[in-house]
């Protein structure tokens, strides 16, 4: 799908010299009396590596076709990651180098989305939030529950986080997948 300069967004996958990347900034300058352009940074989903460009207003933008499927993260089989789809219970797995930074934040059972691009695996989306169980942390001590001192707390998938001082090993917490950082504290049902 072809589209132009204006159309780029953050979290746009494009095609850039037969690789794809994922958009990660964009901004649009207009310097005095010459032509506009856009200052765009970009990662490449394959390698990682990053790369900033500068693109005329209305250079043409080649965009990826993406579909994107929920599947159920069921285990970890050493390097790689074992994925069932919800709607045909086809198990798929993909190598740890694609899932990437979600592995800290990705709970067995959990359904995410697989982002595909020509039936191949290029992503794994994880929900904005997840709640999370804190499995080893330092006990609270009385008196110390309305400060806003941080502590380090150890998660089910073996991330760390930083949580108030009130939060304890067992408990159920929120976690922002974008930024890593605790949100709140989670009655079980």
């Given at each position: ?32 009396n ?6 765009v ?10 790369l ?19 599947h159920?993260f ?23 180098s ?5 592995a ?24 904005p ?5 804190v ?18 707390a ?12 009130f ?23």
């Amino acid at each position: 799908m072809i589209g132009t300069t204006s159309d780029l967004r953050v979290g746009a996958i494009v095609k850039h010299e037969g690789e794809l990347y994922v958009v990660l900034e964009v901004e649009h300058r207009t310097p005095g009396n010459k032509p506009g352009f856009y200052q765009v940074k970009m990662r490449n989903l394959r390698t990682g590596r990053l790369l900033e460009n500068k693109l005329l207003s209305g250079t043409p933008v080649e965009f990826a076709r993406l579909e994107r499927r929920p599947h159920q993260f069921l285990y970890r089989d050493g390097d790689a990651f074992v994925f069932m789809d919800t709607e045909t219970y086809e198990q798929i797995p993909i190598d740890s180098s694609i899932v990437g930074e979600s592995a800290r934040f990705l709970a067995e059972g959990q359904t995410v989305d697989l982002v595909f691009h020509d039936d191949q695996v290029i992503m794994v989306e994880l929900p904005p939030h997840v709640n999370l169980r804190v499995v080893q942390t330092e006990p609270a001590v009385r008196g110390n529950t309305v400060t806003t001192a941080l502590k380090p707390a150890l998660l089910e998938t073996g991330a760390t986080v930083q949580v108030p001082l009130f939060v304890d090993e067992g408990d159920i917490i929120r976690v922002d997948t974008r930024t890593g950082e605790y949100i709140e504290r989670v009655k079980e049902a």
